[in-house]
């Protein structure tokens, strides 16, 4: 007689070593890099510069406190304003799990009266963390398509996103590569960033 538990053992232990992870509802996650005390103390500073912010954020669009700046010719998006304190520092950095920033003092701060408003449910999250252990963070200039859907993040070791996030659940999923694969598949999204 066969044991029907070997099969479902061995298969749960093939998700464990795959990284994989049960996601029972994706969270949201807001990145605060100021609080009252001014910058968190989870972060160091790894240098500051001169700039200006031109616009809003395209890597976090629904966050009225994040901009997309320069400093010379390096274009840095996002970059969060200190709303609590000194209006014209901003705070950049490429991901929500980096700890360095760079602050970016500004002549003026950022002109926020014609800043058009984007509802976190109409946004793409600035970055993502998959149940498979990828971490991505969306692309703000042009990028590629793949089976017709454009490649919205990029992912450490060449992974990528493509296409529309499914959030019709509570748990949302997204079209993610492998670099190197022959596939798209989906994969729930554990945390999103914004």
Request: proline letters at 5%; one cysteine or more.
């Amino acid at each position: 007689m066969m044991n029907i538990r070997t099969p479902l053992v061995l298969l749960l232990a093939a998700a464990a070593a795959c990284g994989a992870e049960s996601v029972s509802v994706t969270q949201i996650r807001m990145f605060t890099p100021y609080g009252p005390g001014g910058l968190s103390k989870s972060l160091s500073v790894s240098e500051t510069v001169s700039g200006n912010c031109f616009a809003e954020s395209i890597a976090n669009a629904s966050r009225a406190d994040a901009w997309r700046c320069n400093a010379g010719n390096a274009i840095q998006d996002p970059c969060f304003q200190n709303v609590m304190g000194d209006a014209r520092i901003v705070a950049c950095l490429r991901s929500p799990w980096d700890d360095r920033v760079t602050l970016l003092t500004l002549a003026s701060p950022p002109a926020s009266a014609s800043r058009k408003e984007i509802s976190r449910e109409k946004a793409l999250p600035w970055a993502l963390e998959l149940a498979n252990g990828a971490h991505c963070t969306l692309m703000t200039g042009a990028t590629a398509s793949l089976a017709g859907m454009r490649i919205n993040y990029g992912c450490p070791g060449g992974g990528l996103v493509a296409g529309d996030m499914d959030r019709s659940h509570p748990v949302w999923r997204v079209f993610y590569q492998k670099e190197g694969a022959s596939s798209l598949d989906q994969v729930d999204v554990a945390v999103a960033w914004y």
